[in-house]
């Protein structure tokens, strides 16, 4: 079964930092394109960032470009995305999803993040 | 404000038919067919329903259909069951320095 599951969400201050992790299962990864998507509360998708099966490309959203940092471990089967300078409108629910049919297919069950003082 | 167009609910009854719209412009929607749906229960991570226009992915009933005509795509989803009620999304390759961009989602009521 194709798997993906988030860790790393938490409270953290606006100007902080955190580091979110993808673990993924069931499908050979590094053949993949993986992506990073966020939801704030009550509002719809944002995509946030994009990687390569072999980290050769990596795009961002305008909104979090010099502040985020997708990277991938395709030996431990590993998405992460470094956060810095969090602002309080970094507030959402962090979702990865692997990149095929030119889309986002699955997704894993999301990590919520919380920037607040 | 999201970068594609859609209305932000709609409602059928059971056994009806339902079509939502998406509306970007030349540089998502229209230039590529790189179109994807996602349906979206309460609570639950987004699934994918439609990509690249028209197509289903495995296991994905045949009652959702997906259709585009200039810079718009519709999502249209037939013989409705209460099961559908959902936020749908849609979805668009761009050609802008946002690599893809989301509708603001619709909310769907099954009466």
């Known amino acids: 079964e194709v798997q993906l599951v988030e860790s790393g969400g938490g409270l953290v201050k606006p100007g902080g930092s955190l580091r979110l992790s993808c673990a993924a299962s069931g499908f050979t990864f590094s053949s993949y394109s993986m992506n990073w998507v966020r939801q704030a509360p009550g509002k719809g998708l944002e995509w946030v960032s994009s990687i390569s099966s072999s980290s050769s490309y990596i795009y961002y959203a305008d909104s979090v470009k010099g502040r985020f940092t997708i990277s991938r471990d395709n030996a431990k089967n590993s998405l992460y995305l470094q956060m810095n300078s969090l602002r309080a409108e970094d507030t959402a629910v962090y979702y990865c999803a692997r990149g095929i049919y030119e889309g986002f297919d699955p997704w894993g069950q999301g990590t919520l993040v919380t920037v607040s003082s | 404000q999201s970068a594609l167009t859609q209305p932000a609910s709609v409602s059928g009854s059971p056994g009806q038919s339902i079509t939502i719209s998406c509306t970007g412009t030349?540089?998502?929607?229209?230039?590529?067919?790189?179109v994807s749906w996602y349906q979206q229960h309460p609570g639950k991570a987004p699934k994918l329903m439609i990509y690249?226009?028209?197509n289903r992915p495995s296991g994905v009933s045949n009652r959702f259909s997906g259709s585009k005509s200039g810079n718009t795509a519709s999502l249209t989803i037939s013989g409705l069951q209460a099961e559908d009620e959902a936020d749908y999304y849609c979805?668009?390759?761009?050609?802008?320095?946002?690599?893809?961009?989301f509708g603001g989602g619709t909310k769907l009521t099954v009466l």
């Open positions: 979805s668009s390759y761009t050609s802008s320095s946002t690599l893809w961009v």
């Open positions: 030349s540089s998502d929607v229209g230039g590529y067919n790189y």
């Open positions: 690249e226009v028209s």
